[in-house]
Every structure is written in structure tokens, then in C-alpha cells.
């Protein structure tokens, strides 16, 4: 995959498509492909998170540890695994074992924190999601208003019907002049040059 499948495939995962475009080409980048074999474990509930992966090929089974029941879940192309982990040390919740022939893109944390120390906008979007989504709603409310808008007052603007002329009044005229100026119109002759 190019660098810019890479930035398109991002811009699908939920968290990462609010970052903008020039913010997800440093992780398209910088980002390490790793291929797992079918029944290999990616990482183990309680290991130490230093990175996020991003399932780009194959299936995911997530286990949480047998101590807390040992609930088990599926999870696909474009899934985010270990999204804390990108912000904040931590330690990983589940045991993700792919259950076939999977790909992932891994993005180391120190990656991620130099990418939103050189793109604060997307910093602030990340911190602030509510606030992007409100953006982006009043954006798209004002959007459809404008288009409203547009579309209620075309009928406004049609030309009002005019009274029928009067007898001292030509049979046709121009809506924008008042009946003396359309008089005066039709009575001017269109203006010729000297010949030199």
C-alpha cells in the first residue's frame, strides 16, 4: 500500500479521521506494517501499551482475562486496538489473537504525541470531539439553511404581474421603468457615429 491508501484507510478509522489529512500523513509514514499469523497472540491482557494498532487485514478475536469471566469479542478491518495507549501509558485490558491471516499497522505512542505537538488543531479536535462534531453540525446546519434560503426566495424574486398598459402606454415595456421613462425608450433612437 502507498502512503496515500494508508492516509484514506486512516481517514475510516472513527478517532483518527478527526485529525485532518496533513496530521495522518505523519502516521501513514511513520506507522510500522506487521503481518500475524493465524493463532498468534498480538499482545496479552496486562502486558505494558506502548502503541495502538490498526487492524488492516483479517480478524481479531479480543479476550479479557479468564480471572474476569473471559468474555470474547470479533473485531475487524479498520478497528483502533489500544486507543488510550496512544495518549497515556497503560497496560493492555485484553489478549488480541488473530484468528487468521491478519495485518496491522502499529503506531508507536512517541509517534503520535510528536504529531500532535506539530499539529495543535488536531491535538484540540482530539481533546475537544464534541466540540468538532457541534462544528461540524452547525457547519452543515447553516449549509442546509443557506440552501433554504436559496430555494425560498427564487419565488420572491419573479417579476409582480403589471397593470395592463394604458392607451398612452406601449404594449411593451420594460418592468424596472416607470411609464414615462419607457416613453422616453421607445422614442430614442439609437445613436450613430460620425463617419470620418
Known amino acids: 500500500m502507498t502512503i496515500e491508501d494508508d ?9 483518527l479521521n478527526m485529525l485532518g489529512r496533513a496530521a495522518l500523513r505523519i502516521l501513514a509514514i511513520g506507522a510500522e506494517s506487521r503481518y500475524v499469523h493465524s493463532g498468534e497472540v498480538l499482545f496479552s491482557a496486562g502486558d505494558v501499551a506502548d502503541s495502538a494498532f490498526i487492524v488492516q487485514e483479517g480478524t481479531f478475536d479480543l479476550t479479557t482475562r479468564q480471572a474476569e469471566g473471559g468474555d470474547s469479542v470479533a473485531v475487524g478491518r479498520g478497528t483502533l486496538l489500544g486507543e488510550l495507549a496512544l495518549l497515556v501509558e497503560t497496560v493492555r485490558p485484553v489478549t488480541a489473537t ?4 491478519s495485518t ?67 404594449k411593451t415595456r420594460n418592468p424596472h421603468l416607470i411609464p414615462n421613462q419607457a416613453r422616453n425608450r421607445s422614442a430614442e433612437r439609437p445613436r450613430t457615429l460620425p463617419s470620418p
Open 104 to 170: 496491522v499497522l502499529r503506531i508507536p505512542r512517541t509517534l503520535f504525541l510528536k504529531m500532535l505537538e506539530g499539529y495543535p488543531d488536531a491535538a484540540q479536535r482530539l481533546r475537544d470531539p464534541d466540540d468538532a462534531r457541534k462544528r461540524d453540525q452547525h457547519e452543515d446546519e447553516a449549509c442546509e439553511r443557506q440552501t433554504k434560503d436559496i430555494a425560498v426566495d427564487r419565488p420572491h424574486r419573479r417579476a409582480r404581474p403589471h397593470p395592463p398598459a394604458t392607451e398612452n402606454e406601449p
Open 7 to 15: 492516509i484514506a484507510f486512516f481517514e475510516r478509522v472513527p478517532t
Open 98 to 101: 488473530a484468528k487468521e491471516p
